[in-house]
């Protein structure tokens, strides 16, 4: 047992480190939790959040030199710079309390690391760094590691659109419900750089660490104003980051109690993005998945209620575009007069050099990102995260302490980011789906493309939960979510647009069709739906496959269940030539042209069926496939090559083939590039792109980027029964038993007990933290 004494802890507390590494914290008052929060994620995740704080207040440079003083410019230009009142009390009432009590938590933490009490995590010892302390605003006034859309993809389509049309851009991102054309003749006419939003992407981007960056002197830091400094940054596909959640009634469960299931799919690294966490303290007892940077839980349980979310696929950005003016580039063109930038200098330590001071600039739409003095032009990004109420998650605070499903929906009105579908389970056998945002109002423009920044594309204020449909205990005993179209038939999409980039790959259908047949009636059956392996687009290719045609190919793939078990030959067959034969072939043909295929990669599955299924002819007329035979022919040669592929990697008999050898779960460690080895991995992996199990990977090398690293199953008022598994281990800190202990367990589908009550708790501690104040 370890004992600390504490300054700004009130009175006793304790944390049980359980076997799977979960700590539990128990605390006399709701201050001391959260307090003793921000010391546990010291303990378990300093370099963690010490580099994300660093990062999101741009403050990089002056740890790691002048490689990384673009990155802080960048950084700089989202945070949160408004009034704190209104965003604090977007949060709830305690929230300025609760996020003062964690920061003095951390600082406590720091306090002992740098007394050498607690021990300093090696990345520290190996990059000459130490921990700082944080302010109480730090934690929510940092925007830039929230999940948005669709900056990116709006510079993107419109480029697709200068070298090709529309329905081009559908292999890119399909659109639901579909644009009327009318709508593209909103863009803005202006031509763009493909590195136009190079600032944007560099002020979202995870830090890296090369060693040219760690050196670089101050006259190469603009070398690094691009995501990858050996590349330009090219706008980017929406992320394949979304997650499964549902809550099914106690009325179609085996045990009369509701179940509440959630699987975030979010970028795998090592450490996890996730932390699960029990806090306890009178008036408040909740357990579940937060972010180690942030206080409290954002999916998990109450002992009253269990609540996760999704994203909601809602377009909270758009890019502006200015004329501005020849003889003065501060000066843009807003409806019949010129107003000014306003430019903010900021300040930059760089290590080794003296202080840096660089400008930022901001129109009255945000902050600008490219400017081109030359033409008289200008970019800014218009998004949520400017206003007050919209840290990532942190509405949370209020929604996690709620016990009754108004409460909770009630809590939701001042949701701000990330966009999600929140689902909620209680004792009382009440269920519910609702999502929550805030969308901006667009009166006559859905906001697909950049439009003019000159006054007539403005936002009238947001919709918010109150305004944004919602499920309340529905019929057929179950709500649902996976990032699918969901907004009600009769929404009206033109009058009050939400969003058109959905994911509409089977995943929303498949949770539906397993629970409408019973197949998720309990705890066990869940958890093997959240890991399981069938892609509905992937047996639809396979229907489409000549039928008169002999050949070995044809003769696994259409014996094979759709099932991607990192066993199966067939899926490794499959998966080769969906994502190295199909696809590609598929896009030269449509796109010969490299500068447009570019934009296109790796294609979109959902569209790449519709099209070879004749849904979308327009673009199979395109491919020269229109025809079923030619159709047959391009499938039965892109197969050929794909056997052929497969048989030169891992031998000419299929039986020994499996998935897993090819595919695998690897979670990255920032410090790789330097020739540390903290990554965790190689694991073999099953499941894929569009299956519930989400396993996405990239084709270059197979590794699993995204997917679940959190996984609970949560059994609504029996909590003990309650399952989790985190991946690849609670711990940040190489070398601790909890850094990677729950990676197998995670790539085999394996659940960890979600243990609540004390007796339970007690039981399966390993280890005590003991804290008492000053």
Known sequence: MNSFTLPGLTAPASISIDTWGMAHIRAQNTQDAFFVQGFNAVRDRLWQIDLWRKRGLGLLAADFGPGYLMQDRAARLFLYRGDMAPEWAAYGEDAKMICTAFAAGINAGVDQVRAGYLPLPPEFLELGTTPAHWNPEDVVRIRTHCLSRNAASELARTQVQALADPEVDLLRVPLSPPVPDSEWDLSSKVDFPADALAVYELATAPVTFQRARLDATLAEAPLWSVVDARKTVQPAAPPMEGSNNWAIAPEITKTGRAIMASDPHRAHAAPSLRYMVHLSAPGMNIIGAGEPSSPGIMAGHNGSAAFSLTIFCAD???????????????????????????????????????????????????????????????????????????????????????ATMPAFRDALASWGAPSVNMVYADMQGDICWQAAAYVPRRTGWRGLTPVSGAGEFEWDGYLTAVDLPAIENPDRGYVHSANEMNLPANWDHSGSPVGFEWFEDGRADRIADQIEQGAASDIAANCALQTDTISSLSLRLVALLPTGEPHPALDLLRQWDGRSEAGSNAALLFELWLSSHLLPALLARIAPDAELRKFLLPGNIPTVVHLLDGTNRTLASRAGISEPALRDAFLIETLQTAWLDASDRFGNDPEKWR?????????????????????????????????????????????????????MVVDVGAWDNSVWINAPGQSGTPGDPHYD???????????????????????ATRRRVELTPV
Not at 381 to 395: H, N
Not at 659 to 666: N, T
Not at 748 to 760: H, I, N, Q, R, T
Request: with cysteine; aromatic share 10%; proline share 6%.
């Open 741 to 763: 202990d729950l990676a197998q367990l995670w790539a085999k589908g394996d659940y960890v007990p979600m243990l609540f009550s004390e007796v339970a708790v007690d039981k």
């Open 316 to 402: 909270q950005e758009d890019v502006m575009v200015y004329e501005t003016a020849p003889e003065n580039p501060m000066a843009y063109r807003y409806e019949q007069d010129l107003e000014q930038m306003v430019q903010i200098d900021e300040v930059f330590a760089v290590k080794g050099e003296a202080d840096q001071t660089l400008p930022l600039m901001f129109t009255r739409h945000g902050p600008v990102v490219c400017q081109d003095r030359d033409r008289h032009i200008a970019l800014a990004i218009r998004t949520v995260f400017t206003d007050p109420g919209t840290a990532p998650y942190m509405c949370s605070l209020k929604s996690m302490r709620t």
């Open 659 to 711: 998935w897993g050898d090819l595919h695998k779960g690897w979670f990255d460690h920032a410090l790789t590039p330097l020739g540390r080895d903290y990554d965790v991995g190689p694991l073999d992996k099953g499941g894929n792109s569009t299956s519930l199990m989400l396993a996405h990977y990239e084709a270059r090398d197979y590794r699993v980027r995204v997917g679940a690293s959190v996984r």
